[in-house]
């Protein structure tokens, strides 16, 4: 869903739990100066938006659509990183996790090679018994 630039403030405004007015005065703008940009009868300038970012309305998103990792909370942003990072296979398959893991639907997998395993539903604990590496020497 593609929103507009003042759709976008209105939602950093609702977010924020402000009113029109309130919002305005953090930008320096009057009430009606803040329903024209939220109806997108106007743009807003520099000015206004980088006084709205010294109180935690995330600007880039706004002009761009785009959310700023510095808006992200930690463990997102350590996402992201990791993601970043990794191999292309890991790419895949944390996509295909998060894709297939919150949905009832699973995709079909396809596995090309000798393969040994298991495929386990519901939770499960694997757990190891018996003595390793016991010293046998007699005497």
């Known amino acids: 869903m593609h929103l507009s630039i003042g759709e976008r403030l209105k939602e950093e405004r609702e977010r924020l739990g402000l009113s029109q ?27 206004y938006l980088s006084a709205l ?21 930690q463990d997102e942003v350590k996402l992201v990183e990791l993601y970043r990072a990794a191999p292309v296979v890991v790419k895949a398959a944390v996509l295909s996790a998060l894709t297939n893991g919150s949905s009832e639907e699973r995709a079909e997998q396809v596995i090309h090679g000798d393969v040994l395993g298991n495929v386990i539903k519901g939770n499960v604990t694997i757990g190891a018994g018996g003595v390793m590496n016991k010293n046998t020497k007699k005497k």
């Not at 935690?56 to 992200?72: A, F, I, K, R």
């Open 21 to 47: 007015l309130a919002f305005g005065e953090l930008g320096g703008v009057k009430k009606l100066a803040q329903l024209n940009y939220e109806k997108g009868d106007r743009f807003p300038d520099a000015q």
């Open 53 to 73: 970012a010294k109180f935690g309305v995330d600007v880039q998103y706004v002009v761009t659509g785009v959310h700023s990792v510095t808006s992200m909370p």
